[in-house]
């Protein structure tokens, strides 16, 4: 989901679930161009273009 604010574009990411849930960044982006603004865990765990979700965790990225 992406949500234009200002000429600037953010990508919130939710996960509703009590599991773990893994979400594929879109193809378009590269996990370098997104800087995590805001999140419930002080961790996250982005590799091969994945972010891992634990559960209940919610981030908003901005993209570069």
Known sequence: MS???SYKNIIV???????NVNF???D???ENELEITLSNYNDK??????IKL???EAIVCKVK
């Open 3 to 5: 949500i234009k604010i």
């Open 54 to 56: 634990r559960p209940y």
């Open 24 to 26: 594929k960044i879109p």
């Open 13 to 19: 990411i939710l996960n509703f679930h009590e599991n």
């Open 45 to 50: 765990i982005i590799e091969n273009n994945n």
């Open 28 to 30: 378009f982006l590269h």
